[in-house]
């Protein structure tokens, strides 16, 4: 053995287990005797630490260092510290010894300890009935024959009997609160107080009650121990909030809890001098803490009443929704088979009005000669009858027109009285067929002035007196009533000061209740007791222009005699806008096909004298050569136009794109086109026509079904010269025909244009102007090789400014410097191409463009047809006039 570690050895101890246990001032070890060795024992940072005892204890070694006790578990070889005080003078240990009561008692620097080893408790003895202990030595410590234990001290020699000392147990006295704080402030009971949160004063107290804010409280307490009171500690604890048992001694007894929630607690308190004593006493408070109002229990119900409700109405809202989508959803399904049934029935009318044409045309023709009387009879049935069809064709557009908000209304001055027996005329003959007494009668029969719109109103007219006819029996009666009004909440319009109220009695069978409220409706027919029906827009349409006439219709049974219908309308015009009130566009006129008498114009209106140098001809030969070119996709229409226009030499195509290639070789003098055509439209062959400089002065006239003013204002804006709407008098399309010839000729002798391009040699002008041409058209032909060649090229090389330049070729030519650049490079072009036969790109450098795309692009612009179309379309047609004088 080392002999630095035999001189300070300080106690040995021989286990059971023959191993001897060694205490020394650097630690503890234990000696092999197998190997005849000294090891340092593992027992953690104790085994480093001066050593001064061990004990043994059934399988436990206990070991007494400076730093603390040391429990060893010799069978699993665990160690752990136990603490003993909180200072080092209570974890130095001194001695120890078993007592017979199973506990270990211990002797440090400051006490007399006892350690219960089968609980761990512990339990410190500073001094005895008031007396201090004193200090203990060191390894003083004796076990005596009958279980009593002495300890050595600087006070003598101490004997404790540990049985004894357990049966002694002093008697605890009870607990009572002292103070109680809440929120910082002392609380003390009054009888008197307006607010009482204890029941009863703080020594007797069993509950006490908080507000929702007053959740902060802080409890004193304290025994009744006066012998000893700082022997005496507590435990506590909240029930309801906090269950773990806290423990605190006399010097800090109190306990604080800050922030309690709403609800109810138990507070519980314990006294005892030795946690191991059975002899304790307790102390309970109940604490409630109440609930703000927003969280009591009636808010609570509220809420659920009010959650409930919420749910409630939403289901509803949500049913209510579902059911407004569904009502929505079967409104625009209903909207939409009316407008796909308008669609349809628009598509019909316009494909109806060209065979209308060439009924209505040749009809009126025939009407003109003199035929027998049962001939002229059957005549004008015919004719009737085919007005009744436009009726009801003009009838659907109207409809369409005002979906599209395009029926504008132009408001002008008439005698109602007039209007009305000039629509009366129109049934004159039925009346007297049917032997129906057919009258008027007026409040004012000599003059009554009212503001209408002369295009549209006599249809509100004739519907309700066509509806009349309809179902008035034989021998019935219609009566027409028209009187002046004082405007008493008729009228909301200021304005309005009296108006005119139009009855139109019938006699017949009534009208079923449920269809007077619906009897205006689009497509509607009713429930018919008889065979009599309609196409359900006619009363439609009525109620729509009365509405745009700022008026009111409404219809209802008299008795059983039969049903009257009253209009109702404004007199005077401060009520109308600016617009209604500005007159009706030139352009937008009153059109033949809505003349529902059926008086078409006279020729004389229309025809107009063609002054041409061909007018002069012998009588065998045709009056004219001018060339007409027709694009109806209506092969029947064709025919008959071209019949119609025998003094003209015509030439008919079916579609836009094939007319825009018969117009390049052709050189028609007008091009009669109608609207809707497959494979370009006219308004398609319109824009191309006037778009191209050496086309753009050829009249074009459009032919549709569709009477609209928008259509009418696209026209306008690709320069149509001339709108028609079918079905047309035929007379009108040789009016504009006639025209169109006669401004172009003027024209034509003023400027004196070719076919297609300019014959610049032969252009007459003074030598100023002469000169100019022949110095741009020059330097064009010199430089056409330069794709970089400019319009400010040009205008330099003749020395006069660009915008002046512009200017002058505009007037002698009617074309932009840039276009006729482009002229000449494509006219060159397309030379080269059919007499050189070379490669389009070569072709497309060699005449100063850049890119083979856009010279194709703009040669397609130009000739209407690709390069390699051109070429081909040139060997087929090397023998016209046309196409030589282009490559000249």
Request: with cysteine; aromatic share 10%.
């Amino acid at each position: 053995m080392d002999a630095a570690i035999n001189k300070w050895i300080r106690a040995f101890h021989l286990d059971k287990t023959g191993r001897l246990w060694v205490a020394t001032s650097e630690g503890t070890f234990y000696y092999d005797v197998d190997r005849n060795v000294l090891l340092n024992a593992d027992i953690g940072i104790a085994a480093y630490h001066l050593t001064n005892c061990f004990v043994e204890y059934d399988n436990t070694l206990f070991i007494g260092t400076a730093v603390g006790l040391v429990a060893y578990d010799m069978k699993q070889n665990k160690n752990k510290v136990i603490a003993l005080g909180k200072d080092n003078e209570s974890q130095n240990i001194l001695a120890m010894a078993m007592g017979e009561d199973q506990s270990l008692w211990i002797t440090t620097t400051k006490a007399l300890s006892r350690l219960n080893v089968k609980t761990g408790h512990l339990r410190h003895y500073p001094e005895f009935e008031g007396f201090s202990i004193g200090e203990f030595k060191f390894a003083s410590v004796f076990k005596d024959d009958d279980g009593s234990l002495l300890f050595g001290g600087d006070n003598g020699v101490v004997q404790v009997d540990p049985l004894q000392v357990n049966r002694q147990q002093q008697q605890m006295r009870p607990i009572f609160f002292t103070d109680l704080n809440v929120n910082n402030s002392f609380v003390e009971y009054g009888e008197e107080a307006a607010c009482k949160p204890l029941d009863a004063a703080l020594l007797y107290a069993e509950k006490l009650r908080l507000k929702y804010k007053d959740n902060s409280i802080t409890l004193f307490f304290s025994a009744q121990e006066y012998a000893n009171p700082q022997k005496v500690n507590y435990s506590y604890r909240l029930n309801g909030y906090d269950n773990t048992w806290h423990h605190t001694d006399a010097s800090n007894a109190k306990a604080t809890y800050a922030s309690l929630p709403p609800g109810h607690y138990t507070f519980e308190v314990r006294g005892y001098f030795d946690e191991e004593s059975s002899n304790m006493t307790s102390r309970k408070l109940q604490i409630v803490v109440s609930h703000p109002w927003y969280s009591s229990i009636l808010a609570r119900i509220i809420y659920l009443l009010l959650i409930l409700t919420g749910i409630y109405f939403a289901v509803v809202y949500y049913r209510h929704k579902q059911q407004q989508r569904r009502i929505l959803e079967m409104a625009r399904y209903n909207e939409q088979v009316k407008e796909d049934k308008l669609r349809l029935f628009t598509s019909i009318a316009h494909e109806i009005r060209t065979p209308l044409t060439l009924i209505i045309s040749p009809l009126k023709k025939l009407m003109e000669t003199q035929v027998d009387k049962e001939t002229t009879e059957m005549h004008n049935l015919m004719y009737r009858n085919s007005l009744r069809i436009l009726q009801t064709i003009n009838q659907l557009l109207d409809i369409r027109k005002l979906d599209n908000g395009q029926l504008a209304l132009h408001f002008v001055v008439q005698d109602l009285n007039e209007l009305v027996k000039s629509s009366m005329l129109s049934f004159k003959n039925m009346a007297t067929a049917k032997q129906i007494s057919f009258s008027l009668e007026s409040s004012d029969s000599e003059h009554l002035d009212v503001w209408v719109d002369n295009r549209h109103f006599d249809k509100i007219i004739y519907n309700i007196l066509s509806n009349a006819f309809k179902h008035t029996p034989v021998r019935g009666k219609i009566l027409i009533r028209l009187s002046c009004k004082d405007n008493i909440n008729q009228f909301t319009h200021p304005a309005i000061t009296d108006f005119v109220e139009m009855r139109f009695f019938n006699t017949g069978e009534p009208i079923e209740t449920n269809d007077l409220q619906r009897i205006f409706e689009r497509f509607y027919q009713g429930s018919h007791k008889t065979e009599i029906t309609g196409s359900g827009i006619g009363l439609h349409l009525t109620k729509e222009l009365v509405l745009l006439h700022h008026g009111h219709i409404e219809a209802h049974n008299i008795g059983s005699e039969g049903v009257e219908f009253i209009v109702r309308l404004p007199l005077g015009n401060a009520h109308l806008s600016d617009t209604e009130l500005s007159p009706i566009p030139a352009e937008i006129d009153k059109d033949p096909a809505y003349d529902l008498t059926g008086e078409w114009p006279s020729e004389q209106d229309y025809v107009e004298s063609v002054d041409t140098d061909e007018a002069s001809q012998e009588g065998g030969e045709a009056k004219n050569k001018h060339t007409i070119l027709i694009v109806d996709d209506d092969e029947e229409f064709c025919r008959y136009v071209k019949k119609e226009l025998a003094d003209y030499t015509i030439i008919t195509c079916n579609s836009g794109n094939k007319a825009w290639k018969q117009l390049l070789s052709l050189h028609p003098d007008v091009v009669v086109t109608d609207y809707l055509m497959p494979d370009g439209d006219g308004l398609e062959l319109c824009q191309r026509i006037k778009s191209n400089p050496e086309t753009d002065a050829i009249p074009v006239i459009i032919l549709t079904s569709e009477d609209s003013e928008s259509m009418e204002m696209k026209s306008i804006q690709l320069h149509a010269d001339r709108f028609l709407t079918k079905p047309f008098n035929i007379l009108l399309l040789k009016g504009a025909i006639g025209q169109a010839i006669r401004v172009r000729e003027k024209i034509r002798k003023k400027v004196q244009r070719t076919e297609m391009g300019f014959n610049y040699d032969t252009l007459v002008m003074d030598s100023a102007n002469d000169k100019l041409i022949k110095r741009v058209v020059d330097y064009i032909k010199d430089h056409l090789e330069d794709s970089e060649m400019s319009v400010e090229d040009l205008s330099r090389e003749v020395g006069i400014s660009r915008v002046h330049l512009n200017r002058k070729l505009k007037e002698i030519l009617g074309m932009s410097p840039s276009a006729l650049i482009k002229s000449i490079r494509l006219k060159q072009a397309a030379y080269l191409l059919v007499n050189n036969k070379v490669n389009i790109s070569e072709v497309a450098y060699k005449v100063g463009f850049s890119s083979h795309s856009y010279f194709s692009y703009n040669f397609h612009e130009f000739f209407g047809m690709s390069p390699k179309e051109f070429i081909i379309y040139y060997m087929e047609n090397q023998d016209e006039e046309s196409i030589r004088k282009l490559l000249e």
